[in-house]
Nanobody, 120 residues
């Protein structure tokens, strides 16, 4: 389900910074949590950071102290501030939104992905 619009990816030198943004479509209702995942070529998709509707955050050990996840007041847009970037951070970054439908079913939405490339 591609109803999350991502932006902010690009090419940056090691040690630099980027900020990713992801806006949820109005058609996505009852968002419980949003997050960022990344996938490098030939690798699995791994969690980077998540934030719940109550503001609780979780980070992968590899990005703690360097990345910061946040949302807007409406909790329908998620940001990822990435500082002190390393070549190992190079990947396609995917935005995620977890919801619960009116029938009580779990439903996850995913963005199309945005490329982040960190050069040496």
């Amino acid at each position: 389900q591609v109803q999350l619009v991502e932006s902010g990816g690009g090419l940056v030198q090691a040690g630099g910074s980027l900020r990713l943004s992801c806006a949820a479509s109005r058609s996505i209702r009852s968002i419980n949590a949003m997050g960022w995942y990344r996938q490098a070529p030939g690798k699995q998709r791994d969690l980077v950071a998540t934030i719940t509707s109550r503001g609780s955050t979780n980070y992968a050990d590899s990005v703690k102290g360097r990345f910061t996840i946040s949302t807007n007041s409406a909790k329908n847009t998620v940001f990822l501030q990435m500082n002190s970037l390393k070549p190992e951070d190079t990947a396609v970054y995917y935005c995620n939104a977890d919801t619960i439908t009116s029938g009580g079913s779990l439903l996850a939405y995913w963005g199309q992905g945005t490329q982040v490339t960190v050069s040496s």
